[in-house]
C-alpha cells in the first residue's frame, strides 16, 4: 500500500531542481502542499519565477511558490549561475509565466504549513508532511530561528547537500548548497538535532552515482519527443559545465534522487551519526560527520551513502514518461545503457 506525502520543497531552480520538480509532480505517493526558493543557484525571486514555468508545463499552477531569503545569514551570496546558466534554465530563457506571481514571505508561509499539522485530529488518515530541502538551507534556519517548535509537524526533514567522503563541488571539501550559506547548515543541523528531527543527508556519496548521460536523454526523446527535448534543452549548458569541470560525459542530478528518496526511502542506505557544518577557514562549508562516534554526540543526522543508480533511473524515467511502460521495461532498456557505476570514461 503505497503511504501517500505532503511535501514542501525548499528550492532553488536551478536545472537539477528543476528536474526534482517534474519528478515530484510525476510521483503519485507525492502531493506538493508548496514549493519556497532560497538564495542559491539563482536568486531567490528569479528561482520562484522558474518554479511557476515548470508549474505551468504540468498544468498545476494551483501549487503555491513564495520567494525566500535572498542573502545568506552571513556570507556574502555567491550563486551558482555559471553552472544553471544566468536565467537558472540552462539558458534556454523560457517565457514568463504571466498568469500568477510568486507570493513573498516563504519563511512563514513554511511555518504556517507546518503548524497547521497541530490542528490535526489523533490518527487522522492526512499524510504526514516533510520538508525536502534542495538549496541552501537559510529558508529553513530562519524558519528555525522564528518558531523552533513548528518542526515538531515535520514528519522528515531531507536535505540533498553536504557529503561525508566524497570531494566537494566548489571546494575540496564542500557542497554547494551548504558552501554558499555554511551558518544555516550548521544552525539547522545543530537546532533540528536538539528537536529531535534528525536531517536526512543526501549528499554527493550517493548524488554522484546518479548520471544523466546522452544515452538516456535519447532514449527519454525516443519515449517523448517534447518532454525528452525540454529536458535536453536545460540540461545542455550543464552537460557543458560537467564535461569541462569533471571531465564527466553527462551530468550529475542531484536533487532529484533527494526527492525520489523521500518517495521510497529503501532506495538509499546509510548510517546514523552526528554531522556538523564548518562555518570557517578553508573548509567552510564541510559536512563532518562523525561516523565514529568521537565526539559521543545524540545522532542528529542520517547520511545516505549507498543507492542503487539503475534503480532510481527506472524510477524517474518510468514516472516521467508513461509511454516507456513498465519498470521492468524501463529497466530491461537502462541495463543496456546506463554506465555502470565507476566505469565512467
Ligand atoms: O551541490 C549540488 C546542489 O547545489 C544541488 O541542489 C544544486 O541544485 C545546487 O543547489
Ligand atoms: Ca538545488
Given at each position: 500500500?503505497?503511504q501517500?506525502?505532503?511535501?514542501l520543497?525548499?528550492?532553488?531552480?536551478?536545472?537539477d531542481?528543476?528536474?526534482?520538480l517534474?519528478f515530484?509532480?510525476?510521483s503519485?505517493?507525492?502531493?506538493?502542499?508548496?514549493?519556497t526558493?532560497v538564495c542559491?543557484?539563482?536568486p531567490?525571486?528569479?528561482?520562484?519565477?522558474?518554479?511557476?514555468?515548470?508549474?505551468?508545463?504540468?498544468?498545476?499552477?494551483?501549487?503555491?511558490?513564495?520567494?525566500?531569503?535572498?542573502?545568506p545569514l552571513?556570507r556574502e551570496y555567491?550563486?551558482a549561475?555559471?553552472t544553471?546558466g544566468?536565467?537558472g534554465?540552462?539558458?534556454?530563457?523560457?517565457?514568463?509565466?504571466q498568469?500568477?506571481?510568486?507570493?513573498e514571505?516563504?519563511?512563514d508561509f513554511?511555518?504556517?504549513?507546518?503548524?497547521a499539522e497541530?490542528?490535526?485530529?489523533?490518527?487522522a488518515?492526512?499524510?504526514?508532511l516533510?520538508v525536502l530541502?534542495?538549496?541552501?538551507?537559510?529558508n529553513?534556519a530562519?524558519?528555525?530561528e522564528k518558531?523552533p517548535e513548528a518542526f515538531a509537524?515535520?514528519?522528515?526533514?531531507?536535505?540533498?547537500?553536504?557529503s561525508f567522503?566524497?570531494h566537494g563541488?566548489?571546494?575540496?571539501t564542500a557542497?554547494?548548497?551548504?558552501w554558499?550559506?555554511?551558518?544555516a547548515?550548521?544552525?539547522?543541523?545543530?537546532?533540528l538535532?536538539?528537536?529531535?528531527?534528525?536531517i536526512?543527508?543526501?549528499?554527493?556519496?550517493?548524488t554522484?552515482k546518479?548520471?544523466l548521460?546522452?544515452?538516456?536523454l535519447?532514449?527519454?526523446k525516443?519515449?517523448?519527443?517534447e518532454l525528452?527535448?525540454?529536458i535536453?534543452?536545460?540540461?545542455?549548458?550543464?552537460?557543458?559545465?560537467h564535461?569541462k569541470?569533471?571531465g564527466?560525459?553527462?551530468c550529475?542530478?542531484?536533487?532529484p534522487?533527494a526527492?525520489?528518496?523521500?518517495a521510497?526511502?529503501?532506495?538509499c542506505?546509510?548510517f546514523d551519526?552526528?554531522?556538523?557544518?564548518e562555518?570557517?577557514g578553508i573548509?567552510?562549508?564541510?559536512?563532518?560527520?562523525?561516523?565514529?562516534?568521537?565526539?559521543k554526540?545524540?545522532?542528529?543526522?542520517r547520511?545516505l551513502?549507498?543507492?542503487?543508480?539503475?534503480?532510481?533511473?527506472?524510477?524517474?524515467?518510468?514516472?516521467?514518461f508513461?509511454?516507456?511502460?513498465t519498470e521492468?521495461?524501463?529497466r530491461?532498456v537502462?541495463?543496456q545503457?546506463l554506465?555502470p557505476?565507476g566505469?565512467?570514461?
Amino acid at each position: 500500500m503505497m503511504q501517500k506525502k505532503r511535501i514542501l520543497i525548499d528550492c532553488d531552480p536551478g536545472i537539477d531542481d528543476v528536474l526534482a520538480l517534474m519528478f515530484a509532480l510525476a510521483s503519485p505517493e507525492l502531493e506538493i502542499a508548496g514549493i519556497t526558493t532560497v538564495c542559491g543557484n539563482v536568486p531567490a525571486a528569479l528561482g520562484a519565477e522558474n518554479a511557476l514555468r515548470i508549474l505551468k508545463r504540468a498544468g498545476r499552477l494551483d501549487i503555491p511558490v513564495y520567494v525566500g531569503e535572498e542573502k545568506p545569514l552571513r556570507r556574502e551570496y555567491v550563486s551558482a549561475q555559471d553552472t544553471h546558466g544566468m536565467d537558472g534554465l540552462g539558458e534556454t530563457f523560457m517565457e514568463p509565466v504571466q498568469e500568477i506571481r510568486p507570493r513573498e514571505g516563504a519563511v512563514d508561509f513554511l511555518l504556517e504549513t507546518l503548524w497547521a499539522e497541530a490542528g490535526q485530529p489523533e490518527g487522522a488518515e492526512r499524510a504526514p508532511l516533510s520538508v525536502l530541502a534542495l538549496g541552501p538551507m537559510t529558508n529553513l534556519a530562519r524558519a528555525l530561528e522564528k518558531d523552533p517548535e513548528a518542526f515538531a509537524f515535520a514528519d522528515r526533514v531531507v536535505s540533498m547537500g553536504g557529503s561525508f567522503r566524497s570531494h566537494g563541488n566548489c571546494s575540496p571539501t564542500a557542497e554547494y548548497n551548504y558552501w554558499c550559506d555554511p551558518d544555516a547548515a550548521a544552525f539547522c543541523y545543530q537546532r533540528l538535532g536538539e528537536l529531535g528531527k534528525p536531517i536526512h543527508m543526501v549528499g554527493l556519496d550517493v548524488t554522484r552515482k546518479i548520471v544523466l548521460t546522452p544515452n538516456v536523454l535519447e532514449y527519454m526523446k525516443q519515449l517523448d519527443g517534447e518532454l525528452g527535448g525540454f529536458i535536453q534543452q536545460i540540461t545542455r549548458f550543464y552537460f557543458d559545465f560537467h564535461w569541462k569541470q569533471e571531465g564527466v560525459i553527462g551530468c550529475v542530478i542531484n536533487d532529484p534522487l533527494a526527492a525520489a528518496y523521500l518517495a521510497d526511502e529503501t532506495l538509499c542506505g546509510g548510517f546514523d551519526a552526528y554531522t556538523a557544518i564548518e562555518t570557517e577557514g578553508i573548509c567552510l562549508g564541510q559536512s563532518v560527520v562523525d561516523s565514529m562516534d568521537f565526539w559521543k554526540k545524540k545522532p542528529n543526522s542520517r547520511v545516505l551513502t549507498q543507492v542503487d543508480p539503475l534503480r532510481f533511473m527506472t524510477m524517474f524515467v518510468t514516472r516521467l514518461f508513461p509511454a516507456a511502460g513498465t519498470e521492468e521495461q524501463v529497466r530491461r532498456v537502462l541495463e543496456q545503457i546506463l554506465v555502470p557505476e565507476g566505469g565512467r570514461a
